[in-house]
């Protein structure tokens, strides 16, 4: 009962919280690019105290995003992570599928920061445009962001990477930082949400260059580190 009465407050509090956030995008994307980043850390940063303390739920990092240009690979068991990275990570462009795009609001901002937009049925088409919006991005100077299962899994669950990871590793040429997270755990799919520690563990870069089977390999390995432990 506790934990169903703190997950209704968290979605009542955080969602009405979040629609000055949401509407200010476009104001702050007119105004400069650290405008717009101020804008969606403050989001980010109103999700975490929401999180700690509607939730009970906080982040430990086991290691820190190294300075410099990569392609980051986490694991996706829950919400949670896509506004933790955003913070840890400073300003990645993450990989996000297209249903995410037709959510009132959100996915109107997460366009205006800068998302790449993915159809998870993996067509030639959206495979091109992925690579294409990707390669912008570390012209930019960017990192980016890919949850290569494609989608949220529940704890315990390794599904095989999806097929766009590996091309995206090959077309942008930047070493691969894998991140493994245990957020389900606490943020299941569907129920109550429960208090408890998320445990983000950033690998050791993996360096460009390496075969389809030897990189999804290394990093279905590194992602899913903390599962059963």
């Given at each position: 009962?506790?934990?169903?009465?703190?997950?209704?407050?968290?979605?009542?509090?955080?969602?009405?919280?979040?629609?000055?956030?949401?509407?200010?995008?476009?104001?702050?994307m007119?105004?400069?690019r650290?405008?717009?980043?101020?804008n969606?850390h403050?989001?980010?940063?109103?999700?975490?105290?929401?999180?700690r303390?509607?939730?009970?739920?906080?982040?430990?990092?086991?290691?820190?995003?190294?300075?410099?240009?990569?392609?980051?690979?986490?694991?996706?068991?829950?919400f949670?992570?896509?506004?933790?990275?955003?913070?840890?990570?400073?300003?990645?462009?993450?990989v996000?599928?297209?249903?995410?795009?037709?959510?009132?609001l959100?996915?109107?901002?997460?366009?205006?920061?800068?998302?790449?937009?993915v159809d998870r049925?993996a067509s030639?088409?959206?495979?091109?445009?992925?690579?294409?919006?990707?390669?912008?991005?570390?012209?930019?100077?960017?990192?980016?962001?890919?949850?290569?299962?494609g989608?949220r899994?529940?704890a315990?669950?390794?599904?095989?990477?999806?097929s766009?990871?590996?091309?995206?590793?090959?077309?942008l040429?930047?070493?691969?930082?894998p991140?493994?997270?245990?957020?389900?755990r606490?943020?299941?799919?569907?129920?109550?949400?429960?208090?408890?520690?998320?445990?983000f563990?950033?690998?050791?870069?993996?360096?460009?260059?390496?075969?389809?089977?030897?990189i999804?390999?290394?990093?279905?390995?590194?992602?899913?580190?903390?599962?059963?432990a």
């Amino acid at each position: 009962m506790i934990a169903r009465a703190r997950t209704w407050a968290f979605l009542l509090i955080f969602y009405l919280g979040s629609v000055p956030y949401v509407l200010a995008t476009p104001l702050t994307m007119r105004l400069s690019r650290a405008a717009l980043l101020g804008n969606v850390h403050g989001w980010c940063r109103f999700h975490r105290w929401c999180c700690r303390w509607l939730l009970g739920i906080r982040s430990r990092f086991e290691g820190r995003p190294p300075p410099g240009q990569y392609l980051f690979a986490a694991k996706h068991q829950a919400f949670y992570e896509t506004f933790e990275l955003a913070l840890e990570l400073v300003d990645p462009v993450v990989v996000l599928k297209q249903e995410l795009m037709a959510i009132p609001l959100w996915g109107r901002a997460a366009r205006r920061y800068g998302a790449i937009v993915v159809d998870r049925e993996a067509s030639a088409k959206a495979l091109r445009a992925m690579m294409a919006n990707a390669k912008a991005a570390k012209a930019a100077g960017r990192s980016v962001l890919i949850f290569p299962e494609g989608t949220r899994v529940p704890a315990g669950a390794t599904p095989p990477l999806r097929s766009g990871f590996a091309g995206l590793y090959r077309a942008l040429d930047l070493p691969v930082v894998p991140i493994a997270i245990d957020s389900g755990r606490v943020w299941p799919k569907k129920g109550a949400k429960r208090a408890g520690i998320v445990t983000f563990r950033f690998g050791a870069p993996i360096p460009p260059g390496l075969s389809r089977e030897a990189i999804e390999a290394r990093v279905h390995a590194a992602i899913n580190a903390l599962e059963g432990a």
